[in-house]
């Protein structure tokens, strides 16, 4: 059996290695994906029916297995960028420049930048990207509330930036839960792109 693992991948990554894996696989040969990804496991599940090619599912705790029977050699590949697209509404973006939301009391800020992620998971209007930088950072860390909200979101496939130099200067890179290490040429390109910038 030939396996393909794209645990800890989001999408597109996780249908490329899919697409290259069936093409080079032989015909009747049994190939097996991984992936621990709910968005990218639907659209792994979407790119495979559009193969007409009908997956074994098991899941074991969070790795879902797709198992497929290559049975000919297939013409067409469809793009699998195109099954990967984010469920935004409309061109905003979320700059996070804080652990808090608003100035005053810590406690409250703190408090009140757990219900704006919570809230944000249960809007009909998703961001195309969320920004952290500054202390903003720290909303991302292992073992905090802010860091599960988070992770819910980029599981649905918005894109989570920290910013690199930030981590380092807070000494907390290692320490990092959900998103992706960028640079302030990413964090200003999504800035001056967006429609839209909300500052919690």
């Known amino acids: 059996m030939k396996t393909i693992d794209t645990k800890g991948q989001l999408c597109p990554a996780p249908l490329i290695l899919a697409k290259k894996g069936i093409q080079e696989a032989a015909a009747g040969e049994e190939i097996e994906i991984l992936t621990d990804n709910e968005t990218s496991f639907h659209n792994l599940k979407n790119y495979l029916k559009e193969l007409k090619l009908t997956p074994t599912i098991r899941t074991e705790g969070n790795v879902h297995m797709l198992t497929i029977n290559k049975t000919e050699v297939l013409s067409d590949y469809p793009s699998p960028e195109s099954f990967c697209a984010a469920p935004t509404s409309s ?52 073992e905090t509330v802010t860091a599960r909200s988070l992770q819910t979101l980029e599981n649905i496939g918005i894109p989570i930036y920290a910013c690199g130099k930030c981590l380092e200067y807070y000494n907390i890179k290692d320490l990092i839960a959900v998103g992706m290490v960028s640079n302030m040429f990413t964090i200003t390109k999504h800035l001056t792109e967006a429609g839209h910038i909300i500052y919690p």
């Open 91 to 142: 061109n905003f973006v979320v700059a996070i420049k804080s652990e808090f939301m608003g100035t005053g009391d810590d406690e409250i800020g703190h408090f009140l930048m757990e219900a704006f992620l919570d809230s944000l998971n249960e809007s009909d209007k998703l961001p195309s990207a969320i920004l952290l930088y500054n202390s903003g950072v720290k909303i991302a860390l292992k």
